[in-house]
């Protein structure tokens, strides 16, 4: 019966079968999209639902969804190298903070160039207010090591408490560090953390190699184009 059943967003990728029809019907990079920002509306029982809240409360209050977008800072994707990049990434991340507010996640920032540049949390109203106005005023860094910048936000995720966590790589590619696809792939499934990488203006096969999904955003004659995303089979 009709009020038997309550229509809600998703909680966790189990209930993934349960989306409403009108959100089975997108495509993939819509439908995953949706889910990994707790956007996508499926419906549950109502009876489940009690009783899940009944016997899980606390251990479902103690856990998190939780995004880290790691955020290439070095001066190859400011104004000085590549004008059409700075506008691309500020906007990506402030899309994404408004995503992780709505879905009442946490987000955290994470700069690096060279070295670790800081992370920046945000839980709270407040915190989202003043991780969008640190958005506003990042300064370029130097230089670029991608692979230690991964390494250091799973490792800082394994030292956290989560239910679903995604990390967001953006970077322009250039690399003065060093990748090990083989090491961060098993990383990355050993603590059920997925990687999403957006590269912009170039490819990239080493982080293709170790991500879950993988999409470049090119400059073209009529502006940035966002290209086909590619998704770990």
């Known amino acids: 019966?009709?009020?038997?059943?309550?229509?809600?967003?998703?909680?966790?990728?189990?209930?993934?079968?349960?989306?409403?029809?009108?959100?089975?019907?997108?495509d993939d990079e819509q439908f995953y999209a949706r889910a990994a920002t707790g956007e996508l509306m499926v419906e549950v029982n109502v009876e489940d639902r009690t009783i899940r809240e009944e016997i899980y409360e606390d251990v479902w209050e103690e856990r998190e969804r939780r995004l880290i977008i790691v955020l290439d800072v070095s001066p190859?994707?400011?104004?000085?190298?590549n004008p059409w990049m700075e506008p691309v990434w500020k906007g990506l991340v402030l899309s994404m903070v408004d995503k992780t507010e709505h879905a009442e996640a946490s987000i955290i920032l994470h700069k690096f160039d060279g070295g670790d540049r800081g992370w920046n949390t945000a839980t709270t109203k407040g915190g989202y207010t003043k991780l969008r106005q640190h958005v506003s005023e990042i300064t370029e860094g130097s230089g670029t090591d991608i692979g230690s910048a991964v390494r250091r936000t799973m490792n800082h995720l394994e030292a956290d408490t989560y239910d679903q966590a995604e990390i967001m790589l953006v970077t322009d590619g250039q690399d003065f560090g060093g990748i090990n696809p083989a090491e961060i792939r098993r990383q990355l499934?050993?603590?059920?953390?997925?990687?999403h990488v957006i590269l912009l203006g170039v490819t990239h096969q080493s982080l293709l190699a170790c991500a879950d999904t993988y999409q470049i955003v090119e400059n073209t004659n009529d502006g940035p184009v966002v290209r086909g995303r590619v998704t770990r089979q």
Not at 3 to 20: F, K, S, T, W
Not at 189 to 195: G, H, M, V
Request: hydrophobic share 35%; charged share 30%; aromatic share 6%.
């Open 1 to 26: 019966p009709a009020n038997d059943i309550e229509v809600r967003p998703i909680q966790d990728y189990g209930e993934l079968p349960r989306a409403v029809p009108s959100e089975a019907v997108l």
């Open 76 to 81: 190859s994707v400011f104004p000085g190298e």
């Open 189 to 195: 499934e050993t603590s059920r953390i997925k990687l």
